[in-house]
C-alpha cells in the first residue's frame, strides 16, 4: 500500500505543484483536505495553495528528492526552485530573483485521497533571498 501512495504524492508534485494542473485537486484531494501549517482547507484550498505559488513565482519546479512511506502517511523531501516574479502572501512585491528552497511535505491519506498536508520549508532563508530578511555577513556571498 504504501508504494500506491508514494505514487500518489508523486502525482501530486509532478502534475500539480509542477504542471499547475489544478483539476488533479478534485481527482485526488478528498473535500476535508487540510493543510497546516497555513491553514488552507477543502479542494478550494488545494487549488488556492497552488495558484498562488504559480502567481508568485515563474518557473516554479519542485525536485522531488525522496520519499519516505509509512501507514497512510508519506514523507516528500523537495528542492523549489523558481523567479519571484509576482506578490508573495500578498503583500510581498516581486523581487525579480532566483530562490531555491527546501521542503518537507507529509502527504496523509484517508481511502486513496489526500486528507492531510503538513509544509515545512525553509522560509527564513526564502526571505532572505528575496530580500525580505537581511542575510549575514557571514552568510553573504
Known amino acids: 500500500m504504501t508504494n500506491v501512495l508514494k505514487t500518489l504524492s508523486q502525482r501530486v508534485v509532478a502534475e500539480l505543484y509542477n504542471g499547475g494542473n489544478v483539476a488533479l485537486v478534485d481527482e485526488l484531494f478528498d473535500p476535508r483536505y487540510v493543510q497546516k501549517p497555513v491553514g488552507y482547507r477543502g479542494l478550494e484550498g ?3 495553495f497552488v495558484e498562488e505559488l504559480h502567481a508568485a513565482f515563474s518557473g516554479l519546479h519542485f525536485d522531488l528528492v525522496g520519499q ?3 501507514d497512510d502517511s508519506v514523507v516528500n ?3 523549489m526552485n523558481g523567479l ?3 506578490p508573495l502572501l500578498g503583500h510581498i512585491p516581486p ?3 532566483e530562490v531555491v528552497v527546501i521542503y518537507a511535505i507529509i502527504h496523509r ?3 486513496g485521497k489526500l486528507v492531510e498536508g503538513v509544509i515545512v520549508s525553509d522560509q527564513l532563508s526564502l526571505m532572505q533571498q528575496i ?3 537581511p542575510t549575514p555577513v557571514w552568510g553573504a556571498g
Do not use: D, K, Q, Y
Request: charged fraction near 25%; charge should be positive; hydrophobic fraction near 45%.
Open 109 to 111: 491519506f484517508e481511502g
Open 84 to 86: 519571484h516574479t509576482g
Open 77 to 79: 523531501l523537495l528542492i
Open 131 to 133: 530580500g525580505v530578511v
Open 68 to 70: 519516505i512511506a509509512e
Open 95 to 97: 523581487s525579480g530573483r
Open 46 to 48: 488545494a487549488r488556492r
